[in-house]
């Protein structure tokens, strides 16, 4: 049995317990690196590009540590750097993807977006697979989840307004509650789909 988004959520809540002022430092770091690169005359939408995956990935295995019981280490909001070449081009192809999905209706935009969204976590949890490999497996991942990952996106929706009341502030805590109820449903989905047994690195390997 699938936990409720109410239960995600819940466990989203325990998982970042005492962690509230770090994360939300990070999450700001994020945001303003990501907003900084975008707002540059001219070519800031395509740094925008060409840092938003490595910051993407960077950001979400923070998170994903963080549900698993981590503490949480500022500085590794940059760790997607260090795969730039595979996160550069596994946001590139969802951008393309999605937009493209986007141009015939926004529910099929809406349905892409869906399938790529557990990409980073999977890079997360295996550095061994490129960009396009991680949107493979998301995309087998979230076969059957989409509706239930819909909903609870659909459970934020107060959430973000009082955020935009706050005059934006509150995204700072919104984005990483929102992020770690999305990790905790990566985790239960991923659960379903695995292997018999981890890999060498502790990690749950989704088949091939």
Known sequence: MFKTGEELMASARQALEGKWQNIVLATLVYVIVCCAAGSIHWIGPIIGIIIGGPMALGYLSLVLAVKRGGTVNVSRVFDGFSRFADALVANLLMTIFIVLWSILLVVP??????????????????????????????????????????????????????????????????????????????????????????????QVRLPQ
């Open 109 to 202: 935009g809406v349905i892409a977006a869906l399938g790529y969204s557990m990409t980073f976590f999977l890079m997360a949890d295996d550095p061994s697979i490129d960009g396009v490999e991680a949107i493979r497996r998301s995309k087998q991942l979230m076969d059957g989840h989409k509706a239930r990952l819909f909903r609870l996106c659909c459970r934020f929706s107060g959430w973000f307004l009082l955020a935009i009341l706050t005059l934006g502030i509150g995204f700072f805590w919104l984005i990483p509650y929102f992020s770690v109820s999305v990790a905790a449903f990566y985790e239960e989905i991923r659960g379903t789909k695995a292997d018999t047994g981890p890999d060498n690195a502790g």
